[in-house]
């Protein structure tokens, strides 16, 4: 992860050199770059606004006054902007200022905090009462947030102590006291506030203050005719998955044969629901196929009997939905339990 580091006196300049030697010799998940204010042409507020963009976090060694100040014209949301974290320059104290669950400050505040024996000082009430924070508890476990403002207005009940239900498909448990189970949303417990819903299901309506997560447990298996265009096979898969109620956020690979690795429409895809495509041998696909409906025209073309279905089934899971045709497109879809 890169750091941006600004000082701006001596001994800010000592604290950060030591800092950016720490990030090294101690084999960290940061890497840290440090500018001196004196000795970078056009000062430190010439290179905030790239350093904005470029860096996951940045590092103030200065007031806290200075930061909040350079900073405040960039500042855009929770879930873009970098973590910020302000130093004393004696190095006493380590502040996490801006983005301390999503962008990480509360964790690299901890850091230098222990690599310079200075104190972090952390302010998120989730934090400070010993509470899971669902962007944080989201963030660990690579589930898509569907909403932001659910999620704050569920995590601000339990900082507040409320009862919370949590229903979900995977295995994980968030941290939290005041936690019932849920197992059918059909029939929520009338004692709760809110809840947090895990799932790749679409969810018509709760009639209770809520927020749905997202996990990744959703697998397609992509067959094709040659030179079908991305935007067709975009459409070919958000309609299969619609029709069986499930998000788009939820995927979490594409599969094709090795025939198919090269085609622009497969690529546009993977690229477009940002997910990993994995790429099968006719060796691969021939050692299943005989579980699905097998076509010769597919067969005399590429050597193969079938391909959407083979590979949603190699990667894993579940079939909950058998081979769809799309004029030229063949979508299936496996759906991973709760051990993936």
């Known amino acids: 992860m890169k750091i941006g580091c600004f000082s701006f006196s001596d001994k800010g300049k000592e604290l950060g050199d030591k800092l950016a030697y720490l990030s090294k010799i ?126 704050k207005d569920i995590t601000s009940m339990m900082v507040n102590g409320k009862n919370i239900g949590f229903y979900s498909e995977m295995d994980t448990v968030i941290d939290y006291d005041n936690l019932l189970i849920i197992r059918d949303l059909e029939n929520i417990d009338r004692w709760i506030d809110g809840i947090i819903v895990i799932t790749s299901n679409k969810i018509e309506s709760l009639n209770i203050p809520h927020t749905i997560l997202r996990p990744k447990n959703i697998n397609i298996g992509i067959g094709c005719r040659k030179g079908i265009e991305g935007k067709r096979i975009i459409e070919a898969v958000k309609n299969t998955l619609e029709k069986h109620r499930l998000s788009e956020k939820s995927i979490k690979n594409i599969g094709t044969v090795e025939v198919k690795k090269y085609e622009a429409g497969i690529l546009d895809a993977a690229k477009h629901f940002n ?19 097998k076509s010769q025209f597919v067969n005399d073309t590429i050597g193969v009997y079938s391909v959407s279905e083979p590979c949603a089934y190699l990667l894993g899971g579940q079939m909950i939905c058998e081979k769809s045709k799309h004029n030229g497109i063949t979508i299936a879809i496996t759906k991973e339990d709760k051990n993936g």
Not at 275 to 293: A, C, H, N, P
């Open 26 to 151: 101690n084999q960290s998940n940061y890497t840290i770059y440090h500018f001196n204010n004196s000795q970078t042409k056009g000062g430190i507020k010439s290179l905030l606004e790239n350093a904005w963009e470029e860096y996951a976090g940045i590092i103030f060694i200065s007031a806290t006054g200075i930061a909040v100040r350079m900073s405040s014209s960039y500042i855009k949301h929770k879930s873009l902007d970098p973590a910020v974290v302000v130093v004393d320059d004696l190095g006493r104290f380590s502040i996490s200022l801006l983005s301390g669950h999503l962008g990480g400050a509360n964790e690299l505040a901890h850091w230098i905090a222990e690599e310079t024996e200075a104190i972090p000082v952390i302010t998120t009430a989730s934090d400070n009462r010993g509470i899971e924070a669902i962007d944080i508890f989201a963030k660990k476990n690579n589930y898509y947030m569907e909403d932001m403002k659910s999620v």
């Open 275 to 293: 997910s990993q495509l994995e790429i099968f041998t006719i060796e691969e696909i021939k050692k299943v196929e005989d579980r699905f409906e």
